[in-house]
């Protein structure tokens, strides 16, 4: 079995993200059920052989301490300046950052439009909190940051809190990649506002 589609820490595996193929490799056919039944515990990028420290159901047998779901957040308590501040998420913030994302104004403008069902983004909030910080402004919850595995970052405020200049603040402060709608000319002012470079399609700070 390999994986064809990158697949995050935590995510379930699914026939569009795992498949039988040649040549024999990874775990046997004979698992496949078992394999769909179970969720990963590491980021495995496309291509990847699948093994038993990779699945669920098996890694307690096939203990790895490079192929774990590590909790620690990819952002860390960061202080921006003296008003605004970044704090780990936990779990507890799930419906802070839905309200956020699934609002009408955040949603026109994110890669992805449609509305993300309450309970499919509490279930995977549970598997991937550690991406996420969020903003503190002046002890008040601002908005949220995102820094996925592949060092994508995307930022997002509630309305109350825009034009304060925080979301530039933080920019100037992170760094990683981020690809953004060519109409969303605020986000595209804001990076570019903060040091980050057009690389290609997306954009770059280092």
Same mark, same amino acid.
């Given at each position: ?72 957040? $990819? ?7 003296? &008003?605004?501040?970044? #704090?780990?998420? %936990?779990?507890? =913030? *799930? ?70 200049? $925080? ?7 992170? &760094?990683?990649?981020? #690809?953004?709608? %060519?109409?969303? =000319? *605020? ?20």
């Amino acid at each position: 079995m390999f994986v064809v589609k990158d697949i995050q820490p935590g995510e379930k595996f699914t026939s569009e993200n795992v498949r039988v193929i040649r040549p024999a490799d990874g775990l046997e056919p004979r698992f496949y059920d078992d394999v769909l039944s179970a969720t990963t515990t590491c980021f495995l990028e496309r291509g990847t052989p699948l093994a038993k420290k990779h699945v669920s159901l098996f890694a307690s047998d096939q203990p790895d301490e490079d192929c774990s779901l590590s909790l620690e957040s $990819i952002i860390p308590f960061t202080t921006i300046n003296t &008003s605004t501040t970044l #704090i780990p998420a %936990t779990v507890d =913030d *799930a419906k802070f950052v839905y309200d956020i994302r699934n609002g009408d104004d955040v949603r026109s403008v994110s890669l992805t439009t449609q509305v993300i069902p309450y309970e499919s983004h509490i279930s995977f909030f549970a598997t991937h909190f550690m991406q996420y910080a969020i903003v503190f402004f002046h002890d008040f919850r601002a908005g949220y940051v995102r820094k996925e595995l592949s060092g994508s970052l995307s930022i997002a405020l509630h309305p109350e809190f825009r034009g304060k200049g $925080i979301g530039s603040a933080i920019l100037s402060h992170l &760094s990683g990649n981020a #690809i953004i709608k %060519t109409e969303n =000319d *605020a986000s595209l002012q804001a990076f570019r506002k903060a040091g980050w470079q057009i690389i290609g399609h997306y954009l770059e700070k280092k």
